[in-house]
């Protein structure tokens, strides 16, 4: 009886915690979303407004009449396109580091996660000067090039993980049966890597998509990115809460929503391939 009272408390606590964790960071997103349905006269209400007839006021003047949607296929095409690009290399050089050996391969592993330890701002001024001299500031193939670049690290030691966890032997039968090393990587290995691949691919959206730093420095008003398009309505004489956060919804829903369905998805990709070699 004492167990089961102690079990109970110990549940209560937990769940108790959790709630309130959750509450403590969704609450600023909740907020977000209901000031950018809001009209600008509720949004600074005191005490404030919480129930109110919503509009889409501050979404059309951002995205239909404003020039914002353009941001938003940049968004779009700079992150898919990385995505693609990123996996594809990480998929191949993750299966090269798990099943070849050569001189220097921990080496190379270890200066993965080195590199990707490296505050994103060290790179600033050298990439700055680099794109300047290349004449690929404020173009989508700039964007697409250090996007790419900054997730392969992490995608291939992820991946390495996880191909290393798919027995050597499924690969050995598939040659003995007539197929060559690429027939074996894709009928045999991919199949089974599938969600180590699709959760590292959508981890690098998640990066890719949020991403402000390098935009705001790479880019410029042909390729501005969602992201930084939000710092746009701060200025020194008002700030357009009801605009900043319509395009912020906008940046942070595909994520969410993403995050929310594929959750599971994402947790059974990462933890499968978390083996020891």
């Known amino acids: 009886m004492q167990r089961k009272f102690t079990k109970l408390i110990g549940d209560t606590l937990s769940y108790t915690f959790l709630a309130c964790a959750l509450v403590f960071f969704m609450f600023p997103i909740f907020w977000m979303l209901m000031t950018s349905l809001k009209q600008p006269q509720d949004t ?35 992150t898919t396109v990385s995505i693609f690009v990123a996996t594809v290399i990480s998929t191949l050089a993750a299966y090269a580091t798990a099943r070849f050996r050569f001189r220097g391969k921990t080496g190379l592993l270890m ?75 894709t009928r ?22 949020n991403s402000f730093l390098y935009p705001a420095i790479l880019a410029g008003s042909r390729t501005k990115t969602l992201p930084v398009a939000v710092a746009a309505f701060i200025t020194d004489t008002r700030i357009e809460w009801g605009q900043a956060c319509a395009v912020a919804s906008a940046v942070i829903l595909p994520v969410l929503l993403l995050i929310m369905f594929a959750q599971r998805f994402i947790v059974m990709g990462l933890t499968s391939g978390a083996v020891k070699e």
Request: some cysteine; proline content about 8%; glycine content about 6%.
């Open 111 to 185: 200066s993965l996660l080195v590199f990707y330890t490296i505050p994103g701002i060290a790179y600033a001024i050298p990439l700055y000067m680099l794109y300047g001299q290349l004449k690929i500031q404020d173009t989508p193939l700039g964007l697409m090039i250090i996007f790419t670049a900054l997730t392969i690290p992490f995608s291939t030691w992820v991946l390495h993980g996880y191909f290393v966890s798919i027995p050597k032997d499924l690969e050995d039968s598939a040659m003995v049966d007539g197929c060559t090393k690429l027939g074996a990587l």
């Open 44 to 78: 600074f209400a005191i005490p404030p407004i919480w129930i109110f007839k919503p509009t889409l006021q501050n979404y059309i003047k951002t995205f239909v009449e404003g020039a914002y949607y353009k941001y938003l296929f940049v968004s779009l095409r700079v």
């Open 188 to 209: 045999v290995v991919l199949p089974l890597a599938a969600p180590g691949v699709a959760s590292t691919a959508i981890l690098t959206f998640i990066t890719t998509w």
